[in-house]
């Protein structure tokens, strides 16, 4: 049996997308069939919503994609504006990306290992990924003493990130991080089954222990928040890795204007990378042309592509960081909107 030191010795490393030019690549996919000539269509896709002056780009995470080595992919597009919010599983945003930003480590491991002995070790398994779970119970303490230093009421996930990543501010450990990267960009970030993670397990131990006066984590709010992005853009797009709940819940924010009695398009653009198949009637195979009949996405820029992440997320979101259109593209700067609305409340 091996030890823990020797399974956790190999780390995973994050692709970097700005060191691989894939443009010809992706363009000679285009003249191909099948899953090759979509993923070209579906790089086309995003790469024009991001030349889109009045779009705003939405990117939607769900699967275990940051301790598979895509946290690098993501924060390059925050850093250089290619997207302007985030929806996404909290197991992404807390569990992956915010454990990584406190100094842990994801490892490569194998599928082919002795589950109960990996449990006895307090090693968790992500397919042929490693976790230290002892390492993963301090992220969990962690979001609890955040909501400690919280003044007790109901708030969005996304208000709850933006503490987390002033957190990172004030504790650095010189990692990269999407909620870091986001906080600094005032890129919001929605998880809108936030207690789905990490940071469930600290807010549990956090309300137990504070049963009167507590901090909570308000759904609607969420969405009303997520809405407010769709009223401030004339346009919007959505790059959705995966499906689930992130995926339908930047979907709804269509049909959540419409019942405000606010005007509001369809989005205009829509990718999605996914694995998952129609056939079974469930929500994460389910194809965009689908919901265009809910009122959510038009059918004139939209693609399907089936394929998994950690091969089809570097080669679209390469092709259109080397096209370029991102330089000179604003800041939407999209966590400011909540800032206003506030002041304008208190007037």
Known sequence: MATKQELLSRTIEHVDITRHNVVPLVDAMGKMAFQARNLHRAADIVDRMIA???????????????????????????????????????????????????????????????DKELQALHIDRIYDTFINEDELRICDDTTGKIADEMEPGAYSSRQFIQRMGEYLKRNPKGVDSIVEACYDKDVP????????????????????????????????????????IKLASKTTG???????????????????????????????????????????GALSGSTLREACSWGKVDIVDEQMVFGEATITLPLIAGYAYHKGHWKGRKERRFAKIYEAAAQTAKA
């Open 189 to 228: 970030i929605f998880c809108p089954a936030f207690s789905d993670c990490s940071a469930g397990f600290g807010l549990v131990y956090h309300q137990w222990h504070r049963p009167d006066a507590h901090v909570s984590i308000d759904s609607a709010k969420d969405f009303r928040e997520l809405t407010q």
């Open 52 to 114: 889109d002056k009045e779009c705003g780009v939405i990117m939607c995470l769900a699967g275990s994609l940051i301790s598979a080595g895509l946290k690098k992919v993501v924060i390059d597009l925050v850093r250089n504006n290619m997207v302007d919010a985030i929806v996404s599983t909290g197991a992404n945003i807390v569990d992956q990306d915010f454990f990584e930003g406190l100094g842990f480590k994801h490892y490569i491991g194998t599928p082919y290992v002795n």
């Open 238 to 280: 959505l790059f959705m890795i995966g499906g689930g709940v992130p995926k339908n819940f930047a979907q709804d924010i269509v049909v959540a204007a419409d019942i405000l009695g606010e005007e509001a398009d369809m989005h205009k653009y829509a990718v999605q990378l996914t694995v998952a198949d129609e056939r079974d």
